[in-house]
């Protein structure tokens, strides 16, 4: 059994597992599921070993921009946006734990602060 609460289940149904979970439960599940899904990985253990030349953060119009003009997209076009999302978030100090915890070094490296506790 995963510690999704499903070992061998159809696409769909783990869809509708992780669909039906809490923002709180996905945290605290995260320490046990991280490394076992690329979407969830430290950017740092992905890039090991590339020195990039630069980098580009999503939320910076200006390196938005720059990729946009380097390789030609359409930066209004967006997929799997969660605007549609209407959910009320709520951080408390265990879940920042967990979360800085686990992205440490890629708050390090690439110059993001650390995640702050909002009780």
Not at 59 to 65: G, I, L, N, S
Not at 66 to 89: C, G, H, P, W, Y
Not at 101 to 110: A, E, Q, T
Request: proline content about 5%; cysteine-free.
């Amino acid at each position: 059994m995963s510690p999704w609460g499903f070992s061998k289940a159809s696409d769909e149904m783990k869809i509708q597992v992780i669909r039906d979970m809490t923002f709180k439960q996905f945290i605290r599940l995260l320490p046990l599921t991280y490394m076992k899904n690329r979407h969830l990985h430290p950017q740092y253990k992905i890039f090991t070993g590339l020195r990039p030349k630069r980098i580009l953060k999503m939320e910076d119009p200006a390196d938005m921009r720059f990729l946009s003009e380097k390789l030609l997209l359409d930066m209004d076009i967006r997929a799997n946006s969660t605007r549609q999302v209407d959910k009320n978030i709520h951080w408390n100090k265990d879940l920042t734990d967990i979360v800085n915890h686990i992205y440490n070094k890629d708050f390090k490296l690439y110059d993001y602060p650390f995640m702050e506790t909002f009780d």
